[in-house]
């Protein structure tokens, strides 16, 4: 390695080093908090696996089975969220505006309605959201262009007619069923187990990412300009797409719509001047990983023992976060802000 | 050999024809001119011959081999085009955007090497901006802007370097002093300059070979003396225009 590469590799390994501690600190916290105080030595004995007392049943049963699809959920919607805005060229896009989360909603409230369980509600989740993403692609393909413009407007008006769909299921369903699907519409955290695939997509997903950071730098610079410099855009603009699509529909599979931590996570990052999608795509999964993990914490101990619905929280711990950040970086990046 | 060879080329834009059945040889050291009105399809043809349009008809060739069977990447090794306009929707500096001039010479999973970093360092100082590495490209005006889009093309140190308007949004002394470098850089290791532009006298200082685009398909190509004659430009531009002879060569101002 050179010296200059070696530097800039320095100041990289060290921001995800950094994020990975967060995440670490944001798990422990996770776990050690909640209606039942749990100390270090609770922690410990629980990890260790050779405690059966109430505090280590809760740590290991509850707790780490939704600190692990939290941060799991978050990684997802923060990595896809940063692929989307790329795809779409608009820094303001986020994993749901194509109608993935429509789709899937659609499919798990149908899942609900007929009270099938878990297993069903999360294959139906997956296989709506895949439909929409199927159904957004070949529409968008259409006569064989495949602009950014016609992708989003597609995207959005599909998404437009899963809300109405939406909107329809919510108002034929019995009352009784009502609050669960409002819940599942907001992001809930509280019916997962440990999401074994959802960490396999996310692993996979980022190294495919990972490996197409440098083209993805470039198709920053528009379309053309990544044409001339040698990147096969529209090979990538579809993978891209498919790509952000999956890592979606797992998310919301596993959690249901969780909002804006893809919208503001990659955001986040690029206002503190990260701009390299090497370094971008797996620190935005660390950091879109702990903000939920810290927002499902919230979620479930603030009003406890009433559960919030993660999603409210992920708005109003990111909300003030973001715009602290806008204000802060509206001197370093004027033109940006 | 040739850089680049277009063989019975037909090319339109939105059914508007640009050129029909045009032969066109690029050869090493050449310097070549793409006159014409507004619309009549000088930036599609340029994008034509970097493949990023197809042509309706006729084959464009490199190497001898057919640009439309070469991967991209082949390509931006061989041909760089400077874009009339840049489309940033992302914040980058002018070190992280003149570093992209080297993605079609780094393999898939390689990270720029110091003797990249050294290649853009070159390039942002042969364009005046060694000073600016660190700045957002959105704060620059549109005149360095343009400049950086040069130092990028030379960071990626094509053979053919196919430039539309690079002169737009450049003061006089950085006009003359762009087109020199391209000009030296064409000048040196078999390369070739292919520049889309309406300033007739920068045209005439910078090119030897002229291909005029008259909007309904018909073209004419050739040298100076052979093409650029005052009733040829009139037709192109159906504009009244006066030759004046000068020391430095032929000026050209509208009637």
């Keep these: 390695m050179t010296a200059v590469g070696g530097t800039r590799m320095i100041r990289a390994t060290s921001l995800l080093a950094f994020l990975m501690l967060l995440a670490v600190c944001a798990a422990l916290i996770s776990l050690m908090t909640g209606s039942i105080e749990s100390g270090w030595r609770d922690l410990l004995a629980a990890l260790s696996g050779n405690s059966d007392d109430t505090a280590a049943v809760v740590i290991m049963e509850l707790r ?40 899937a909603a659609t499919g798990a409230l149908l899942a609900m309605l007929y009270g099938l369980g878990t297993l069903w509600l999360h294959g139906a989740a997956f296989g709506g959201a895949l439909l929409s993403m199927l159904l957004v692609f070949a529409l968008a393909h259409g006569s064989g262009s495949w602009s950014s413009h016609r992708l989003l407007l597609t995207g959005v008006v599909v998404a437009a007619g899963w809300g109405a769909v939406i909107s329809f299921l919510l108002a034929v369903s019995p009352d009784q069923g009502l609050r669960s699907m409002l819940f599942w519409l907001m992001g809930d955290l509280s019916f997962t187990g440990i999401p074994r695939a959802g960490a396999g997509v996310l692993l996979g997903g980022l190294v495919l990412a990972v490996a197409l950071g440098r083209p993805l730098n470039i198709l920053t610079h528009g379309e053309q300009t990544a044409a001339a410099l040698g990147v096969t855009v ?32 990659p955001h986040m990052l690029r206002l503190l001047g990260l701009r390299d999608h090497r370094v971008l795509l797996p620190a935005a999964a660390l950091l879109g990983g702990s903000l939920l993990v810290i927002a499902d914490t919230l979620a479930r101990t603030v009003l406890a023992p009433r559960q919030l619905p993660v999603g409210i929280l992920t708005a109003l711990v990111g909300v003030p976060l973001f715009l602290a950040l806008l204000w802060h970086g509206r001197d370093r990046h004027p033109a940006q802000a | 050999m040739a850089l680049l060879q277009a063989q019975h080329l037909d090319v339109s834009v939105a059914g508007i024809p640009v050129c029909r059945d045009l032969v066109l040889q690029i050869e090493p050291g050449d310097s070549w001119c793409i006159l014409g009105r507004n619309g009549a399809g000088k930036t599609t043809l340029l994008h034509t011959l970097a493949g990023l349009h197809a042509p309706d008809r006729g084959t464009l060739t490199l190497d001898g081999t057919s640009l439309a069977t070469l991967p991209r990447k082949r390509i931006a090794r061989h041909i760089g085009v400077l874009f009339q306009d840049h489309h940033d929707a992302f914040p980058a500096t002018v070190l992280e955007t003149v570093l992209t001039g080297r993605h079609p010479w780094l393999g898939p999973l390689q990270w720029e090497t110091a003797a990249d970093l050294a290649l853009a360092r070159e390039a942002l100082a042969a364009v005046d901006l060694a000073g600016l590495q660190q700045r957002n490209v959105s704060t620059l005006s549109g005149g360095e802007r343009r400049r950086l889009g040069i130092a990028t093309l030379l960071t990626q140190d094509p053979y053919l370097l196919l430039l539309d308007e690079p002169a737009n949004h450049l003061d006089i002394h950085q006009q003359v002093r762009m087109l020199d470098l391209l000009g030296q850089r064409a000048a040196s290791g078999g390369r070739a300059l292919c520049i889309v532009m309406h300033d007739l006298n920068l045209a005439t200082r910078y090119c030897d070979r002229f291909l005029l685009l008259f909007g309904d398909g018909t073209t004419l190509q050739g040298t100076h003396d052979a093409v650029m004659t005052e009733s040829n430009l009139e037709r192109l531009y159906r504009h009244p225009l006066r030759r004046i002879d000068h020391a430095n060569g032929p000026l050209w101002i509208p009637a």
């Design chain 1, 64 to 103: 780490w089975p939704r600190t692990a699809a939290a941060f799991t959920t978050g990684a997802l919607l923060a990595t896809a969220g940063a692929l989307m805005q790329v795809l779409l060229r608009n820094p303001l896009a986020d994993p749901y505006v194509l109608g993935v989360s429509g789709g």
């Design chain 1, 234 to 265: 529209p090979v990538l603009r579809r993978f891209i797409y498919l790509l952000a699509s999956l890592l979606t529909a797992t998310a919301v599979t596993v959690a249901g719509n969780i909002g804006f931590v893809g919208l503001i996570v």
